[in-house]
């Protein structure tokens, strides 16, 4: 058990509403991350996090805001939902330099 | 501009047979290279690894080989288990500041071991 959890599991919402998906970690790990898993695409990195307030971009970055107030806890938003965001998000820490460890993912479908 | 590639989308083999997976890259810059299996509603869970500077890493029944000239990379399963049904991913990684931690993955090949 990497000490990763994500939540909501599972989210329905409407087109142009909202939505934050949580993650949390009970490791203390300087690095987050945020990836989408969709069908032939494999894992696309989102956005991460090298530090409370610190973060960057991904390859797949548009549409999608991070903040990070706290080392443990690292929120992707979606501010205004599409369609095309409908798929299965990850979060992972790093606990050495190339090795990530994932969390259970949340599973958001926009109607 | 796909970096890592593979290029089976899935694979069935017998159980007991040996399973290679198969995974390409185009960028000389990786190094550092690693297997994730994932099973349906499940995060991916890390399985193996091997930097740049070895060609072959081996962990029980799972062994990965590195073909840096070719920028290829393999995963081999023996003997394979049905319980070993599952996505695989393999993904890459360059050392730098910039890069740090990020992996670039491979579309997956779902792996079906039949009894």
């Known amino acids: 058990d990497a000490g990763i959890t994500q939540s909501p599991r599972h989210k329905v919402t409407e087109t142009g509403t909202p939505v934050t998906l949580r993650c949390h970690q009970t490791?203390?790990?300087?690095?987050m991350y945020w990836y989408r898993q969709d069908p032939g695409h494999g894992l696309r990195l989102i956005h991460y996090?090298?530090?409370?307030?610190?973060?960057d971009k991904g390859e797949v970055s548009d549409g999608y805001s991070v903040s990070r107030s706290k080392t443990e806890d690292f929120l992707l938003t979606l501010e205004s939902a599409t369609s095309s965001q409908t798929s299965v998000y990850f979060c992972?820490?790093?606990?050495?330099?190339?090795?990530?460890?994932f969390g259970p993912g949340t599973r958001l479908t926009v109607t | 501009d796909q970096q890592v590639k593979q290029n089976s989308p899935s694979l069935s083999v017998q159980e007991g047979r040996i399973s290679i997976l198969n995974c390409d890259y185009t960028?000389?810059?990786?190094?550092?290279f690693l297997w994730y299996k994932k099973y349906p509603a499940e995060g991916p869970t890390f399985l193996i690894s091997?930097?740049?500077?070895?060609d072959k890493n081996e962990d029980g029944r799972f062994t990965v080989f590195l073909n840096k000239s070719a920028k290829h990379l393999s995963l081999h399963i023996v003997p394979s288990q049905p319980g070993d049904s599952a996505v695989y991913f393999c993904?890459?990684?360059?050392?730098?500041?910039?890069?740090?931690?990020?992996?670039?993955f491979g579309q997956g090949t779902t792996l079906q071991v039949k009894p």
């Open positions: 960028n000389s810059m990786f190094d550092y």
């Open positions: 091997i930097s740049s500077i070895k």
């Open positions: 993904a890459a990684s360059a050392r730098g500041s910039s890069n740090t931690g990020k992996l670039i």
């Open positions: 996090s090298y530090g409370v307030k610190d973060t």
């Open positions: 490791e203390n790990h300087r690095y």
């Open positions: 992972a820490i790093a606990p050495s330099d190339y090795e990530q460890y």
